[in-house]
């Protein structure tokens, strides 16, 4: 064994029956203490290394090569489960993507903690609850006394990840993997685990490898960088090197598509193909044309896609309608809130009437017919809700909400009826909005057939809305799981403007997705807006997506509406510390390499 941590020698892993390895000769290492940053799309093989480092990988995957580990002896790939068991949590641990799924939901936080130190044997059982409180007090809990008898769900996604981190490193390993830990994350929350993550790595002296697909957040974490793609390692080197001089055209393709503030002349952002198209043809079988499994080049319309969206004469039509609304003051106002506050009641233990929550307080703004509004603001600031009462879905306390000519707050459920079909919701997570049950024709006809049109309408209204996201009407008879992250989002879309709204509402719709895919998104969102006269309002916690594709934005904090006005005056000159803390957390890959030593 060389000094070095961690060495990863020659890994190919190839699925049971396949030809083709989906991970080919990757060699890497780890020195003692080190932070290195495994970035690529979804696909590349990122998280296949780290879980053949865990030793984790599925039995119908067959591993060649060797994955060696200071204090381990032998090669990871051939131990047996036993011997894996220890080696986890002493030697290697890991903290994953989604906390909610990780912890036992049954369980109490102290007693997971205390569970993961008691299986090891690392510290005698009578000072384990000491131990547990410690690790609670050390990862910056909020009361950990109070936390260590509290349940998963009774906690914020950041406290969650906090109880995550303070398991892995429970039994101080060498090693920390970290895979995607802050990608659902409110910006503040996702600055504060950052530096949380680097601090605590640094008091333990471990070796880090931080997986994302986030350029910005590596270059705040790690001091060096590995590129994966197509299963492959195709670049590696210090942070700077890489993301200032990088030498493989995907490296610079991720890194055109990353940034929000570049555009091609037609104002559009660089997609990982048009980034590369200088560069040279982009592999379309590979990770890039984000194919799901068979028939890859069938998965997408291709470059003449926009040809095939509605008709321009329907479209004019559309805008046409759109620009001769009747107006208040020249401009016309789509959606009017009122003084809306919100606030539910709630109970303690034994059926006690705790004080109401206060979700939302005096709330008041306007939106006209063609504004494209984001709404910004952390977890808890009354985003959720206020979009809730704008679809119908809960009423205000006191305040009036007007949508079109529907009063929300009275309307009736034949009225709510027609303002579901006119105010369209795309969601976070396509793949729990979509379900797995129904091919993508019944997914994205069903609110037709709520209408009562008929089998031949409705199918030629799904084959245009499968056109304009994009995604050839080839795919109508498969399932949600054969698709890619970003081709069910885009099923998403098409779902949502089947039946042509006029307001569409997306909520995070781009915060889980990669960021080549998430600039063909985005990309989508500005012609969809534009091509049927949409209304948009865009629920997010990245002030970056929101800057690049709203006209104007409105602040909350706390049910508060705390600031608002053009996106380009709060971003130039925001009024409240509030929102230039947000401002000020959100990752930028140019701000970590300024700051980097």
Not at 362 to 375: C, M, P, T, W, Y
Not at 551 to 577: L, Q, W
Request: some cysteine.
């Amino acid at each position: 064994m060389s000094e070095n941590l961690l060495e990863v020698r020659d890994l190919t892993i190839t699925p049971a029956g396949a030809r083709a390895p989906v991970l080919e000769n990757v060699s890497l290492s780890l020195a003692p203490g080190e932070r290195v940053g495994l970035i690529g799309e979804s696909g590349s093989g990122k998280s296949l290394t780290a879980q053949s480092v865990m030793g984790l990988l599925p039995e119908e995957l067959h591993a060649e090569g060797s994955v060696s580990l200071q204090g381990f002896s032998g090669n990871i790939l051939e131990a047996k489960e036993k011997t894996l068991a220890r080696m986890r949590s002493n030697l290697v641990s890991m903290v994953f993507q989604e906390p909610m799924s990780a912890l036992n939901p049954l369980m109490r936080i102290g007693d997971q903690i205390a569970e993961a130190l008691r299986i090891h044997g690392a510290v005698a059982r009578g000072d384990i609850p000491r131990r547990v409180l410690d690790l609670l007090t050390s990862v910056h809990m909020p009361d950990p006394g109070s936390a260590r008898s509290a349940y998963p769900h009774q906690m914020s996604g950041g406290q969650r990840q906090r109880v995550m981190l303070a398991i892995a490193l429970a039994n101080s390993p060498q090693l920390l993997i970290c895979d995607e830990p802050t990608t659902a994350l409110d910006v503040t929350v996702q600055k504060h685990m950052l530096e949380l993550i680097a601090e605590r790595v640094a008091a333990v002296q471990a070796g880090l490898l931080f997986i994302t697909h986030d350029l910005a957040v590596v270059a705040e974490v790690c001091e060096r960088v590995i590129v994966m793609y197509a299963g492959r390692i195709v670049e590696s080197g210090t942070v700077r090197q890489i993301f200032t001089d990088p030498q493989h055209e995907y490296t610079r393709g991720l890194l055109a598509s990353s940034d929000l503030e570049a555009t091609e002349g037609n104002g559009k952002l660089y997609t990982l193909k048009t980034a590369l198209s200088y560069a040279g043809p982009v592999d379309e079988t590979s990770p890039v044309d984000e194919a799901g499994p068979g028939d890859e080049d069938e998965l997408s319309a291709g470059d003449g896609a926009a040809d095939v969206r509605e008709p321009a004469a329907v479209r004019e039509s559309r805008a046409a309608s759109a620009r001769e609304a009747p107006t208040v003051g020249g401009v016309a106002p789509l959606i009017e809130v009122s003084g809306v506050s919100k606030h539910f009641r709630s109970r303690g233990l034994l059926l006690r009437r705790r004080a109401p929550v206060r979700a939302l307080e005096d709330i008041s703004f306007s939106v006209a017919s063609g504004q494209r509004l984001g709404i910004v603001g952390e977890s808890g600031s009354g985003k959720s809700t206020l979009l809730n009462i704008l679809s119908g879905l809960d009423r205000p306390s006191s305040g009036h909400v007007r949508v079109g000519d529907i009063r929300v707050e009275s309307a009736s459920s034949s009225a709510l009826r027609s303002l579901r079909e006119n105010l369209q919701i795309v969601f976070q997570d396509p793949f729990a909005s979509l379900d797995p049950r129904m091919r993508i024709e019944d997914i994205v006809s069903e609110p037709l057939v709520a209408r009562g049109l008929g089998r031949e309408e409705r199918l030629a209204r799904v084959e245009e809305m499968l056109q304009a996201v994009d995604l050839d009407t080839k795919v109508m008879r498969r399932y949600p799981h054969q698709f890619s992250g970003g081709q069910r989002q885009r099923i998403s879309i098409a779902r949502a403007l089947v039946t042509r709204p006029q307001i569409l509402v997306a909520d995070e719709p781009v915060s889980a997705l990669d960021v080549s895919v998430r600039a063909q998104v985005l990309n989508l969102f500005t012609d969809l807006v534009d091509d049927y006269a949409l209304t948009l309002l865009f629920v997010s916690h990245d002030l970056g997506v929101v800057k690049h594709l709203c006209s104007d934005v409105i602040v909350m904090k706390d049910g508060h509406i705390v600031e608002s006005g053009s996106t380009e005056d709060i971003y130039a000159n925001p009024r409240e510390d509030y929102t230039r803390r947000l401002i000020a957390a959100t990752p930028s890959l140019a701000g970590a390499l300024a700051s980097a030593n």
